[in-house]
């Protein structure tokens, strides 16, 4: 979870041309909208779109089958209609088309749930006063979405020709007020358009500043006989559920101040750069295996409150599993033996990411030993990292409609079994009081690895929780955090920029419980779910 940079993979994309949505899957393919009434789409560019989408049509309906290929586990079906007439052709297929587009690009058409561009022209320049330069953009939508960052950005244009340096990948925020025309070039090396004005991404402008006090919503906890309050032993949390108190420990502290404190054993504020493991004890600058907490949440729901007020893009404030207590190298960070995915100490292990978050993205990971990507939940992610399109910024962010994160909100991560207590699912559910809707997340599989055959990361994922695993509470902050709060390639993730030197200086956990698993525990009959 401490991640400076994640490891560069390769993304396959995929694309399905099918039957009466043809003209429209054209359009959306390059960030237009289908043409409808309204839509200020340029004739020249339509043209040229529709001419390309009947010649794929003449191609397709020539065609009389196609072969079923099966190959390195990867299933592609191909169907074809050779009818020409368009009577009969299902209205279902529009349908499929735009639900296909939902998933994968931002700019719909109006109407939609999610986000689209106001106007897209191809091969075009525009000639307006460039306000900035942003780099490594990877699709039009992407540009689209990074000018919605800026205040003053009206207009965008996006180098797509990659053969030329300094234009392939390149996206020049422009200023234009809407009013008046814009003076167009022709120039097929890039294409340029105008942003809806509802759009809105984040990591220029300063987020929210925090307005809690570290003591707000922190009840006085019992945690038994005091101890001494060190560098790396910042105190003792209750956990509701468990039969003893947990003792904090720290990883090493330069400074010979603990980053960590510990407020009427309830909540953990956990300043930039800190890093702390649940234990049964701790001893001043003393660190084993034993003494970390073997948690075993299988049949439970692990519940507590989380305050990531004034985070910002950039930022990660993060809760997760890491298999510690097994771990028998000492690592290279002092010999705490902290070990995670991606060997931040020098070793490997099993690492479950419950949450990395700031004010704008969330991410929930699994990670087995060896798969640096994991399977990513929640929303947010971008340069060469998989994606999470689980909810938006509509919900989850500052005034959010589901999770207000300028707020507290609470985090209940649960771990139901089936009768021989092998792991079913894991549910992840953000709520918050007031609130009409939570979100909420649920997987029942994870596989990993390639080329084929893929290995069983829910079968080691359910040994990993039943042999037990060490929560591990962290804060810190990147300039390279796109990887999870990033814009995405469909331009739908929430960050057009990082910027660490806004990040606050702590975040907070409180009011930790476990108890036995209820199905959607924060449901009831007035609660919309996202």
């Not at 929303?379 to 938006?392: A, H, K, L, N």
């Not at 709520?431 to 080329?451: A, D, H, L, M, N």
């Amino acid at each position: 979870a401490a991640l400076s940079a994640h490891i560069v993979g390769k993304r396959l994309h995929v694309e399905d041309k099918r039957d009466k949505g043809d003209e429209e899957e054209v359009f959306l393919a390059i960030g237009h909208e289908p043409e409808m009434p309204g839509n200020d789409i340029d004739s020249s560019t339509d043209d040229e779109l529709l001419q390309t989408a009947r010649s794929a049509r003449a191609i397709r309906s020539s065609a009389a089958a196609m072969i079923l290929s099966v190959f390195a586990g990867v299933v592609c079906l191909v169907v074809f209609n050779s009818s020409n007439d368009d009577a009969k052709r299902p209205t279902v297929t529009a349908k499929a088309v735009v639900d296909k587009a939902q998933k994968v690009w931002a700019y719909l058409p109006p109407g939609s749930p999610h986000e689209w561009c106001s106007k897209v022209d191809d091969n075009t320049d525009y000639l307006v006063e460039v306000i900035t330069i942003v780099e490594n953009v990877q699709s039009a939508s992407m540009c689209c979405a990074a000018c919605a960052g800026f205040s003053d950005c009206g207009a965008w244009t996006w180098g797509k020709n990659f053969a030329k340096p300094g234009v392939g990948g390149m996206c020049w925020i422009k200023k234009f007020n809407g009013k008046g025309q814009i003076i167009k070039a022709a120039n097929t090396d890039v294409m340029s358009g105008i942003p809806h004005p509802d759009i809105v991404k984040f990591g220029v402008a300063p987020a929210p500043a925090s307005a809690s006090n570290i003591t707000d919503g922190v009840v006085k906890k019992d945690v038994g006989p005091a101890t001494q309050i060190g560098a790396t032993c910042p105190g003792k949390i209750a956990v509701a559920g468990r039969g003893s108190a947990v003792s904090l420990v720290n990883t090493f502290q330069s400074s010979g101040v603990s980053s960590v404190q510990v407020v009427q054993g309830d909540a953990v504020v956990s300043h930039m750069g800190a890093r702390s493991y649940w234990g049964e004890w701790c001893n001043e600058g003393e660190w084993t295996p034993g003494q970390y907490v073997r948690l075993q949440p299988l049949g439970k729901t692990l519940r507590f409150t989380v305050d990531i007020s004034g985070t910002t893009c950039g930022c990660n404030a993060a809760f997760y599993f890491s298999a510690m207590p097994y771990n028998t190298e000492p690592g290279t960070c002092h010999g705490d033996y902290y070990c995670d995915v991606m060997s931040v100490c020098g070793v490997s292990c099993f690492e479950f990411d419950i949450m990395e978050a700031n004010q704008y993205a969330w991410r929930s990971t699994v990670h087995a030993v060896g798969d640096y990507m994991g399977k990513p939940m929640g929303y947010g992610g971008s340069e060469d990292s998989p994606v999470s399109r689980d909810w938006t910024s509509k919900e989850y962010s500052p005034g959010g409609k589901c999770v207000d994160t300028r707020r507290p909100f609470t985090v209940a991560a649960s771990f139901p079994t089936d009768d021989q207590g092998n792991l079913q699912a894991f549910e992840l559910e953000l709520s918050q009081t007031g609130k009409p809707c939570t979100v909420k997340i649920r997987i029942t599989e994870y596989q990993w690895g390639w080329p084929p055959p893929r290995k069983d990361g829910w079968g080691e994922l359910t040994k990993a929780l039943q042999m037990g695993m060490t929560p591990v509470m962290s804060y810190w902050s990147s300039p390279n955090m796109l990887w999870m709060d990033g814009l995405g390639a469909d331009g739908r993730g929430p960050c057009v920029q990082d910027n660490p030197s806004q990040c606050p200086d702590h975040v907070r956990f409180y009011n930790f419980s476990l108890e036995e698993y209820r199905t959607s525990a924060t449901l009831d009959s007035n609660t919309e779910m996202f």
